[in-house]
């Protein structure tokens, strides 16, 4: 990434694979076979990882969404094209 950039990033987990698209276009793709379901006493952290270990983002987040399902290509294409992202409602939960 480049810096003073803002980027469209679109991570889908869909039990068996995790696939990265990047302004709307699929960047990488791997096998991913991780339970992201949580319980109680999980905690999610979105920009970092361990600040411990200097694993952390230097930048900005906005219009962040989660989704209950993995989306299509077609979703996240729409997405990417409406300028300023869809509504969660556009796609239901």
């Given at each position: 990434p480049s810096a003073n950039t803002w980027y469209h990033a679109v991570f889908v987990a869909d039990g068996t694979n995790l696939t990265v698209y990047v302004n709307g276009v699929q960047r990488a793709?791997?096998?991913?076979?991780?339970?992201?379901?949580?319980?109680?006493?999980?905690?999610?952290?979105?920009?970092?990882?361990?600040?411990?270990?200097?694993?952390?983002?230097?930048?900005r987040l906005d219009e962040?969404?989660?989704?209950n399902?993995?989306?299509?290509t077609d979703e996240i294409?729409?997405?990417?094209?409406s300028g300023s992202g869809l509504p969660y409602s556009s796609f239901g939960n």
């Amino acid at each position: 990434p480049s810096a003073n950039t803002w980027y469209h990033a679109v991570f889908v987990a869909d039990g068996t694979n995790l696939t990265v698209y990047v302004n709307g276009v699929q960047r990488a793709q791997s096998a991913f076979a991780y339970d992201i379901s949580y319980g109680a006493d999980a905690t999610l952290i979105i920009g970092g990882r361990d600040s411990a270990n200097g694993w952390t983002m230097n930048g900005r987040l906005d219009e962040i969404g989660m989704w209950n399902r993995a989306l299509t290509t077609d979703e996240i294409t729409a997405l990417y094209n409406s300028g300023s992202g869809l509504p969660y409602s556009s796609f239901g939960n």
